[in-house]
Protein backbone atom coordinates (compact mmCIF):
# COMPACT_ATOMS: atom_id res chain seq x y z
CA UNK A 1 0.00 0.00 0.00
CA UNK A 2 0.98 3.64 -0.90
CA UNK A 3 1.68 5.53 2.43
CA UNK A 4 1.26 9.08 2.89
CA UNK A 5 3.03 11.13 5.41
CA UNK A 6 1.58 14.26 6.42
CA UNK A 7 3.58 17.14 8.40
CA UNK A 8 2.94 18.38 10.58
CA UNK A 9 -0.01 16.49 12.35
CA UNK A 10 -0.63 20.10 14.51
CA UNK A 11 -0.94 23.83 12.93
CA UNK A 12 -1.44 26.70 14.80
CA UNK A 13 -1.92 29.94 13.05
CA UNK A 14 -3.46 33.16 13.22
CA UNK A 15 -6.38 34.93 11.16
CA UNK A 16 -4.09 36.16 7.97
CA UNK A 17 -0.99 33.94 8.12
CA UNK A 18 -0.04 31.75 5.66
CA UNK A 19 0.70 28.17 6.21
CA UNK A 20 1.59 25.25 4.13
CA UNK A 21 1.24 21.68 4.79
CA UNK A 22 3.43 18.55 3.51
CA UNK A 23 2.56 15.23 2.28
CA UNK A 24 5.01 12.52 1.15
CA UNK A 25 4.41 9.28 -0.65
CA UNK A 26 6.12 6.19 -0.21
CA UNK A 27 5.78 5.85 -4.02
CA UNK A 28 5.62 8.21 -7.08
CA UNK A 29 2.21 9.05 -7.42
CA UNK A 30 2.65 9.73 -11.49
CA UNK A 31 0.08 7.52 -13.33
CA UNK A 32 0.86 5.77 -16.09
CA UNK A 33 -1.83 8.37 -17.75
CA UNK A 34 0.20 11.39 -17.55
CA UNK A 35 -1.72 12.19 -14.71
CA UNK A 36 -0.95 12.92 -10.81
CA UNK A 37 -3.90 12.08 -8.62
CA UNK A 38 -2.68 13.46 -5.17
CA UNK A 39 -5.74 15.66 -3.93
CA UNK A 40 -6.65 17.42 -0.59
CA UNK A 41 -9.69 17.56 1.88
CA UNK A 42 -10.44 19.32 4.75
CA UNK A 43 -12.53 17.98 7.29
CA UNK A 44 -14.26 20.38 9.32
CA UNK A 45 -15.40 19.83 13.07
CA UNK A 46 -18.60 17.77 12.71
CA UNK A 47 -18.81 17.44 8.92
CA UNK A 48 -17.94 14.69 6.18
CA UNK A 49 -14.41 15.76 4.25
CA UNK A 50 -14.90 18.19 1.37
CA UNK A 51 -12.68 17.95 -1.80
CA UNK A 52 -10.23 21.14 -1.79
CA UNK A 53 -7.76 20.50 -4.92
CA UNK A 54 -7.35 17.62 -7.16
CA UNK A 55 -5.02 16.34 -9.15
CA UNK A 56 -1.90 18.39 -7.46
CA UNK A 57 -3.09 21.76 -8.20
CA UNK A 58 -6.63 21.67 -9.73
CA UNK A 59 -9.08 24.22 -7.64
CA UNK A 60 -12.29 22.21 -6.63
CA UNK A 61 -15.42 25.09 -7.86
CA UNK A 62 -16.35 26.96 -5.19
CA UNK A 63 -13.35 26.99 -2.98
CA UNK A 64 -11.68 30.31 -2.71
CA UNK A 65 -8.21 30.53 -4.02
CA UNK A 66 -6.34 31.48 -1.06
CA UNK A 67 -5.62 27.69 -1.48
CA UNK A 68 -2.90 26.10 -3.86
CA UNK A 69 -1.22 22.70 -4.05
CA UNK A 70 1.89 22.10 -5.63
CA UNK A 71 4.03 19.58 -5.85
CA UNK A 72 5.12 16.10 -8.00
CA UNK A 73 6.32 12.60 -7.78
CA UNK A 74 6.09 11.90 -4.04
CA UNK A 75 6.87 15.41 -2.63
CA UNK A 76 3.10 17.84 -2.51
CA UNK A 77 1.97 20.79 -0.84
CA UNK A 78 -1.13 22.71 0.23
CA UNK A 79 -0.55 25.87 1.56
CA UNK A 80 -3.11 28.41 2.22
CA UNK A 81 -2.54 32.44 1.64
CA UNK A 82 -4.17 33.90 4.61
CA UNK A 83 -5.92 31.56 7.14
CA UNK A 84 -9.60 32.19 7.55
CA UNK A 85 -11.72 31.14 10.55
CA UNK A 86 -13.64 28.97 8.33
CA UNK A 87 -10.72 27.17 7.39
CA UNK A 88 -10.26 25.40 10.62
CA UNK A 89 -10.18 21.62 10.75
CA UNK A 90 -8.21 18.69 9.83
CA UNK A 91 -6.60 18.46 6.35
CA UNK A 92 -6.00 15.33 4.79
CA UNK A 93 -3.90 14.64 1.52
CA UNK A 94 -5.24 11.27 -0.57
CA UNK A 95 -4.01 9.35 -3.25
CA UNK A 96 -5.86 7.86 -6.59
CA UNK A 97 -2.94 6.45 -8.52
CA UNK A 98 -2.98 3.78 -6.57
CA UNK A 99 -5.35 1.66 -4.62
CA UNK A 100 -6.61 5.10 -2.29
CA UNK A 101 -4.62 5.91 0.66
CA UNK A 102 -5.14 9.02 2.66
CA UNK A 103 -2.81 10.99 4.94
CA UNK A 104 -2.93 10.89 8.56
CA UNK A 105 -4.46 14.38 8.51
CA UNK A 106 -3.06 18.00 9.92
CA UNK A 107 -5.56 19.76 12.32
CA UNK A 108 -5.13 23.58 11.81
CA UNK A 109 -6.39 25.62 14.59
CA UNK A 110 -6.22 29.20 16.06
CA UNK A 111 -2.93 30.45 17.87
CA UNK B 1 -27.35 19.16 -7.28
CA UNK B 2 -25.60 16.15 -6.15
CA UNK B 3 -26.26 14.62 -2.98
CA UNK B 4 -25.65 11.60 -0.92
CA UNK B 5 -27.97 10.43 1.76
CA UNK B 6 -27.13 7.94 4.10
CA UNK B 7 -29.09 5.98 6.50
CA UNK B 8 -29.14 6.62 10.31
CA UNK B 9 -27.03 5.68 13.12
CA UNK B 10 -26.78 1.80 14.23
CA UNK B 11 -26.17 0.63 17.50
CA UNK B 12 -25.66 -3.05 16.83
CA UNK B 13 -24.22 -6.35 19.37
CA UNK B 14 -20.74 -8.11 18.41
CA UNK B 15 -21.12 -10.76 16.21
CA UNK B 16 -23.94 -9.30 14.24
CA UNK B 17 -24.15 -8.03 10.57
CA UNK B 18 -25.33 -4.80 9.71
CA UNK B 19 -26.31 -3.35 6.36
CA UNK B 20 -26.04 1.12 5.60
CA UNK B 21 -26.99 2.37 2.64
CA UNK B 22 -26.04 5.58 0.55
CA UNK B 23 -28.81 6.97 -1.85
CA UNK B 24 -27.97 9.14 -4.54
CA UNK B 25 -29.23 11.69 -6.36
CA UNK B 26 -28.39 14.38 -8.63
CA UNK B 27 -26.46 12.75 -11.55
CA UNK B 28 -26.07 9.11 -13.34
CA UNK B 29 -25.94 6.92 -11.04
CA UNK B 30 -24.27 4.27 -12.78
CA UNK B 31 -21.81 6.27 -14.14
CA UNK B 32 -19.44 6.78 -11.28
CA UNK B 33 -17.59 4.87 -8.69
CA UNK B 34 -18.64 4.87 -5.24
CA UNK B 35 -16.41 4.48 -2.69
CA UNK B 36 -17.12 3.78 1.01
CA UNK B 37 -14.27 4.96 3.94
CA UNK B 38 -13.80 4.30 7.60
CA UNK B 39 -13.49 6.75 10.43
CA UNK B 40 -12.91 5.46 13.78
CA UNK B 41 -13.15 8.02 16.99
CA UNK B 42 -11.17 10.99 16.82
CA UNK B 43 -8.88 9.17 13.87
CA UNK B 44 -8.42 9.39 10.48
CA UNK B 45 -9.72 8.57 7.02
CA UNK B 46 -9.12 4.46 6.39
CA UNK B 47 -10.61 3.38 2.70
CA UNK B 48 -13.21 0.25 2.48
CA UNK B 49 -13.68 0.12 -1.25
CA UNK B 50 -15.30 0.99 -4.22
CA UNK B 51 -18.32 -0.21 -6.24
CA UNK B 52 -19.07 0.63 -9.83
CA UNK B 53 -23.21 0.41 -10.16
CA UNK B 54 -23.03 0.40 -14.01
CA UNK B 55 -21.81 -3.05 -14.00
CA UNK B 56 -21.70 -4.16 -10.00
CA UNK B 57 -17.89 -4.49 -10.25
CA UNK B 58 -16.50 -3.83 -6.87
CA UNK B 59 -12.71 -3.90 -5.58
CA UNK B 60 -11.76 -4.14 -1.71
CA UNK B 61 -8.74 -3.05 0.54
CA UNK B 62 -7.52 -6.57 1.45
CA UNK B 63 -8.10 -5.42 5.23
CA UNK B 64 -12.07 -5.63 4.63
CA UNK B 65 -11.98 -8.58 2.63
CA UNK B 66 -14.62 -10.70 4.09
CA UNK B 67 -15.61 -7.74 6.57
CA UNK B 68 -17.41 -5.42 3.83
CA UNK B 69 -19.42 -6.09 1.28
CA UNK B 70 -20.37 -3.79 -1.51
CA UNK B 71 -23.69 -3.78 -3.47
CA UNK B 72 -25.64 -1.01 -5.78
CA UNK B 73 -29.52 -1.31 -6.65
CA UNK B 74 -29.77 0.40 -10.10
CA UNK B 75 -33.31 0.64 -9.85
CA UNK B 76 -33.20 2.94 -6.61
CA UNK B 77 -29.90 4.83 -7.26
CA UNK B 78 -28.67 3.51 -3.75
CA UNK B 79 -25.40 1.38 -2.34
CA UNK B 80 -24.85 -0.43 0.34
CA UNK B 81 -22.19 -1.92 2.35
CA UNK B 82 -22.72 -4.76 4.74
CA UNK B 83 -20.23 -5.46 7.55
CA UNK B 84 -20.39 -8.79 9.09
CA UNK B 85 -19.01 -10.33 12.24
CA UNK B 86 -18.93 -7.08 13.99
CA UNK B 87 -16.92 -6.38 16.79
CA UNK B 88 -15.72 -3.58 18.75
CA UNK B 89 -13.15 -2.15 16.14
CA UNK B 90 -16.04 -1.72 13.69
CA UNK B 91 -17.03 1.61 15.42
CA UNK B 92 -17.18 4.01 13.29
CA UNK B 93 -18.21 6.27 11.24
CA UNK B 94 -18.74 4.95 7.97
CA UNK B 95 -18.84 7.56 4.93
CA UNK B 96 -19.89 6.78 1.09
CA UNK B 97 -18.33 9.15 -1.09
CA UNK B 98 -18.65 9.67 -5.24
CA UNK B 99 -15.25 9.60 -7.07
CA UNK B 100 -14.32 9.93 -10.45
CA UNK B 101 -10.21 9.73 -9.83
CA UNK B 102 -10.98 12.17 -7.08
CA UNK B 103 -13.87 12.21 -4.38
CA UNK B 104 -15.85 15.12 -5.01
CA UNK B 105 -19.13 14.46 -2.81
CA UNK B 106 -19.56 12.44 0.09
CA UNK B 107 -22.41 11.66 2.21
CA UNK B 108 -23.00 12.79 5.86
CA UNK B 109 -21.99 9.37 7.60
CA UNK B 110 -23.30 7.07 9.09
CA UNK B 111 -22.42 6.11 12.94
CA UNK B 112 -22.35 2.43 13.89
CA UNK B 113 -21.49 1.13 16.89
CA UNK B 114 -21.26 -2.10 18.27
CA UNK B 115 -22.04 -3.04 21.76
CA UNK B 116 -23.68 -5.45 23.92
Known amino acids: DVVLTQTPPTLSATIGQSVSISCRSS???????????LHWLLQRPGQSPQLLIY???RLESGVPNRFSGSGSGTDFTLKISGVEAEDLGVYYCVQGTHAPTFGGGTKLELK | QVQLQQSGAELVKPGSSVKISCKASGYTFTSYDMHWIKQQPGNGLEWIGWIYPGNGNTKYNQKFNGKATLTADKSSSTAYMQLSSLTSEDSAVYFCARHYWYFDFWGPGTMVTVSS
Open chain 1, 55 to 57: SVS
Open chain 1, 27 to 37: QSLLHSNGNTY
